[in-house]
């Protein structure tokens, strides 16, 4: 788990003494003990690719289409000749046009209109939009998706230059700030009336009135699926075939899968899971000929689409319901005598948690990297597949995540010409329950076999239960219902392995947040072997050789990619902003338990210089976002309209050493109450202002500045906001006072929301930094100051650990208790302190001194001004949930636990913290061991000697190493379900400050991505540990910044004491079922990936 350790102070020492040894054997066994707990039921043993050895060309066009026209709904192109309504027997009769042309020639289109959820969420796509978008890049070569969208405002939007060429953005807002506004999906949608002799619900009144149905019944839109080739015929112009599908869907190597007679002989294809003896057409992949007077009409059959002017008119509001497309749809292409169509089993599902999607996870290969030679006929690929059961875990263990690519051992599955799939036996007639009861069995017209469809469809769709199974293929033929046998060839995939075109995870969706998906966005462009998706998230692929960064050189010498976090990390560098969006607000979602909903977002996209009307151009679920200073000149970003303000360049990269530099990340949130006090305010700014300065002119920092804009009285958010730029000024306004600043991003986020996550403003601010090394969790709400000279021994570890990647340090924090009273303190900068109101702070000169006279206290609650209230230890159950635990009986803590009584006395912070120590049973908590290690190794920087000034300080390499074992197993323990170790995460009341590498100690973690703090933890004690805890189960190692530290001082803590003397500071979600679930998932997420490192490095060390 360890690379090679150093002391400060001391040289790189490349073994270690025989008890260092003896306890990484020691370490080893706990750690795997404690993963295999917090990891079932266990994923694969196997998780591996061929590290690539060139990024992907550029592949990503901007699809011009923003502002997209609306087509007409009179649909006048299509002649006169469009087919006629098909009402009961009644059929069209006329011609099919033929497409039946060579595969290479065919090209589809998959429409999907999407709305944002009207259930108070974000106006942006799903978390798993980018997981979908990066997978369907695989498709390329033979499909598009056209994904039609409104009121999703431009900041929120996925950046263009991250998606693939062939997914589309097509944008139907008018004025996305408009109370009025109307999607355009409306207007489209009103082309299935234009049959319609006379309309009952006229159009100026039937699109208002469809169109607020979609604003606030988002999920009606896949009502209108069979019609889609009808309502956007002016888009699929261009494409031989149309279909349907979701976003929650990722897509595999779907052009292999889709056979020949697929393209040319059949006029609807559908893939389902297995349940085909359920004749309906999957919602979440069906596609037809593109033939616009039979095929694109068949929809008409339906008359909840076909006489929609009668369904929404003004008698019939209250008998309006949901009306499934997979019921009616399905019964008017079943009755059909004139097309062909075909049910096939090809796609994956997360329905059932005892399928091999659970146990090992679904994988997403993207092949081998373009070479120089092959970069311009380099298709992207996207090949799906897990074990074939719950006991194959070992056959992925010894597979190449590009097998695929053996033209040799699996030559079938490269012969496009062969179909995967082999049909065996003779055809045979299918009966559904319509013949039963033609035949004369009454009782068949009570049969439903679909809870989704109303019953007057079921007789058509529902064959004679026990006549279809999962391995037979349907189809269609001449108004016929025929099943075939059908077997996957041999030899296609490796023995145990399973594969299919798509993934539907209908079921995972729910319970999705970004931050569990960050490593799919820029999964091609870094070049990675692929993806592994579970229900917590993504996780990534890594070398089946070796997983370590080292690779050999041709002379024997390692060698180090050092920069790879610049391609492969969602965080920015000094010439791209990141494109991520951070949950600044969530709440609980109805359902599932556990589940949370994203209602405010934020987005370094859609930042803006120097904007004096955030307020106004706000949109709700979005916050804004104003860059007041950026270390460049303005320029114009990437993803910007046309006549829209210019920000600041994103960095001026001559300014600091991206490699080896270190970024300060601050953030700061002021509160309504705290702008009705304009001096609370000031000192809020000056604090932050004195770290940057503390920190210095040569390394770059960030500050991020919440501003709650739901204040009553705007005069007083409008003079914050001069205040801040008064503070920090601008790039146009520099003075010899604000030298410090230059390397400095200042922006102000404002939402209408009083209180945010701090630790989705930590992650905002992190994603900001364009260096390889960034220092965060720095708590200026209680008054901390950086020490002196802190970015000069942050920057010599950055520099020593170039070629070690993977490292954290910790920086301890201290409440002093008395302010720096030397007699020379600060005489050279008095008129510059007095000038800036800046807050000095000591440096580690001054450090034994103060050990010696232990004028500073671990403690810092004990001299908050403001105490915490309304915060138990011991969690406290919701009413109404009677379930002992979740996630198949995994908990964390007693589930059955009592509620407090409401006599019960509240904890003050000190009696918490008591209590809290007492709780932690292990020998000493991470938190002691590591300020006992900062202690001795700091004093041995100030001194230069181990001795250090009263030679009781042990730094010997076998001594650190041990230190360095022990604070492992200790943040490890915290992690492992008991309710003591469980209770002290959650209520650690400290925001670690954490110097963190953005490569991670394996090839393929990004740290960013794979550890970033849980947006949804609000309060001020929630989890504070479990970044810190997360890191260190995923092998990072731990140490501490000898010589730097941040403390709080009398003056610092006056400066910001608020009139109020309590507030909250536990968990702001109100569902312990939600908050456990949550933890789950964080645990098992860097769980799982730890077991596969470890299952992997056994491999190789074999």
């Not at 965080?571 to 209602?599: D, E, I």
């Not at 209520?987 to 394996?1002: A, E, Q, T, V």
Request: net charge negative; charged share 25%.
């Amino acid at each position: 788990m360890h690379s090679s350790r150093r002391p400060s102070g001391g040289k790189m020492s490349s073994s270690r003494s025989n008890s260092s040894n003896a306890m990484r054997h020691k370490l080893r066994h706990v750690v795997n003990n404690i993963l295999i707990n917090l990891t079932q039921p266990r994923p694969s043993r196997a998780l591996y690719a061929i590290i690539s050895i060139l990024s992907v060309g550029t592949l990503f066009l901007l699809f011009s289409a923003l502002g997209a026209h609306v087509p007409s709904p009179n649909h006048a192109n299509l002649g006169h000749d469009v087919a006629e309504m098909a009402d009961g027997s009644h059929f069209y009769s006329g011609k099919k046009s033929s497409s039946a042309v060579d595969k290479s020639n065919h090209r589809m289109a998959i429409v999907i209109p999407y709305l944002p959820p009207s259930d108070g969420a974000s106006p942006t796509f799903p978390p798993y939009f980018d997981l979908f978008a990066m997978s369907a890049a695989g498709s390329a070569s033979h499909i598009d998706y056209l994904i039609f969208h409104c009121f999703i405002p431009p900041e929120l939007l996925p950046d263009v230059g991250t998606l693939p060429s062939n997914v589309k953005l097509i944008d139907l807002n008018t004025d996305i700030t408009s109370k009025e506004n109307q999607c355009g999906l409306a207007k489209l949608f009103t082309r299935v009336t234009d049959q319609r002799q006379a309309l009952e619900t006229p159009l100026d009144k039937l699109i208002p009135t469809l169109s607020s149905q979609i604003i606030y019944y988002p999920y009606i839109l896949v009502e209108y699926k069979p019609a889609f080739g009808h309502i956007f015929a002016d888009y699929l112009t261009s494409y031989s075939h149309w279909g349907y599908s979701d976003i929650d869907v990722v897509f595999g190597d779907m052009t292999r899968w889709i056979d020949t007679d697929e393209w040319n002989d059949y006029d609807i294809v559908t893939y389902g899971f297995g349940d085909q003896d359920k004749l309906y057409l999957r919602g979440q992949f069906t596609f037809h000929k593109n033939d616009p007077k039979v095929i694109n009409q068949l929809w008409r059959h339906c008359k909840y689409l076909s006489e929609m002017d009668i369904r929404y008119s003004e008698k019939n509001a209250s008998e309006r319901k949901f009306e499934s497309a997979e019921g009616c749809y399905s019964q008017a292409v079943i009755m059909r005598k004139d097309i062909k169509v075909k049910w096939a089993v090809k796609a994956f599902s997360d329905v059932g948690e005892g399928s091999p999607v659970y146990t090992q996870g679904m994988y997403l290969s993207l092949g081998s990297a373009p070479s120089w030679t092959s970069s311009r006929s380099y298709v992207p690929k996207s090949v799906l597949y897990t074990a074939a059961d719950v006991h194959s875990g070992k056959k992925l263990l010894d597979l190449s995540t590009n097998w695929f690519e053996d033209k040799t051992k699996y030559a079938i599955y490269n012969r496009n010409d062969m179909a995967l799939q082999k049909y065996e036996g003779t055809k045979s007639q299918v009966q559904t329950y319509r013949t039963l009861y033609e035949n004369g069995n009454k009782e068949a017209k009570d049969v439903k076999c679909m809870y989704w469809a109303p019953k007057d469809y079921q007789m058509d769709i529902c064959t004679v239960e026990g006549t279809v199974s999962s391995d037979d293929v349907v189809t269609l033929e001449n108004g016929v219902l025929y099943k075939q046998k059908f077997r996957l060839r041999k030899d296609v995939f490796p023995p145990g392995i399973n594969s299919f075109p798509f993934f539907h995870f209908q079921e995972w969706k729910r319970v999705y947040r970004s931050t569990q998906l960050l490593m799919s966005q820029n999964a091609r462009s870094a070049a990675s072997p692929g993806l592994i998706v579970t229900k917590e998230g993504s996780l990534p692929l890594f070398n089946t050789e070796s997983t370590s960064w080292r690779k050999q050189s041709k002379l024997g010498k390692p060698k180090i990619v050092s920069n790879d976090w610049m391609i492969s990390d969602t965080g920015s560098t000094s010439s791209r902003q990141s494109s991520n969006k951070f949950c600044l607000k969530s709440s609980l979602k109805g359902y599932p338990k556990g589940a949370t909903v994203c209602n405010v977002s934020a987005s370094w996209m859609g930042a803006r210089a120097n904007d004096s009307s955030s307020s106004s151009t706000m949109v709700e679920g979005s916050a804004t976002v104003n860059i007041i200073r950026s270390p460049a000149a303005t320029t114009k970003l990437r993803g910007k309209k046309k006549g829209d303000s210019t920000i600041p360049s994103w960095w001026d990269d001559k300014l600091f050493d991206a490699v080896n530099g270190v970024t300060l990340s601050l953030t700061l949130q002021i509160t309504s109450t705290d702008m009705k006090d304009e001096s609370v305010v000031k000192n809020f700014l000056s604090l932050a202002d004195s770290n940057i300065f503390a920190w210095g002119t040569n390394q770059p920092s960030v500050l991020l500045i919440y501003l709650d804009a739901s204040v009553e009285d705007g005069d007083i958010l409008a003079r914050t906001r001069e205040l801040v730029k008064e503070t920090f000024g601008t790039n146009d306004s520099e003075t010899p006072q604000t030298a410090h600043l230059k390397g400095s991003l200042v922006t102000i986020i404002e939402s209408e929301e009083p209180s945010i996550s701090r630790k989705a403003l930590m992650n905002m601010a992190a994603h900001a930094a364009p260096t390889r090394w960034i220092v965060t969790g720095l708590e200026l709400e209680r008054g901390l100051v950086l020490s002196k000279e802190a970015s000069l021994h942050a920057t010599r570890e950055a520099l020593v650990h170039t070629n070690m990647p993977g490292h954290v340090f910790v920086i301890p924090q201290f409440a002093s208790t008395r302010d720096d009273t030397r007699a020379n303190a600060g005489k050279e900068e008095d008129v510059f302190l007095t000038e800036r109101h800046l807050f000095s702070s000591v440096g580690a000169d001054l450090l034994p001194m103060i050990r010696e006279k232990q004028t500073m206290s671990s403690n810092l609650e004990e001299f908050d001004c403001m105490k915490c209230s309304g915060s138990k230890l011991d969690a406290v159950e919701d009413k109404d949930d009677d379930e002992s635990g979740l996630g198949g009986g995994e908990s964390f803590g007693d589930d059955e636990e009592e509620e407090a009584s409401p006599d019960e006395e509240e904890e003050d912070d000190g009696q918490q913290r008591r209590r809290l120590t007492e709780l932690s049973s292990f020998e000493k908590s991470a938190e002691v061991q590591l300020e006992d290690l900062w202690w001795n190794l700091s004093v041995v920087q100030v001194y230069g000697t181990a001795g250090g000034f009263n030679s009781k300080v042990k730094t010997s390499l076998s001594t650190v190493s041990k230190a360095e074992d022990h604070i492992e197993v200790a943040l490890l323990s915290l992690l492992d379900r008991s309710k003591e170790h469980e209770q002290y995460l959650r209520h650690f009341d400290k925001s670690p400050i954490l110097m963190i590498d953005r490569n991670g100690p394996r090839k393929g973690m990004m740290t960013l991505d794979l550890a970033a703090e849980v947006e949804e933890f609000r309060g001020r004690k929630c989890y504070n540990l479990l970044r810190l805890a997360q890191l260190a189960v995923l092998g990072y190692n731990i140490n501490v910044l000898p010589g730097v530290f941040a403390a709080s001082y009398p003056k610092t803590r006056s400066a910001v004491c608020k009139k109020e003397n309590t507030q909250r500071c536990d968990c702001e979600l109100e569902s312990e079922a939600t908050i456990k679930q949550l933890l789950i998932d964080e645990v098992k997420r860097p769980g799982k990936i730890a077991v596969l490192m470890n299952e992997l490095e056994s491999k190789v060390d074999q």
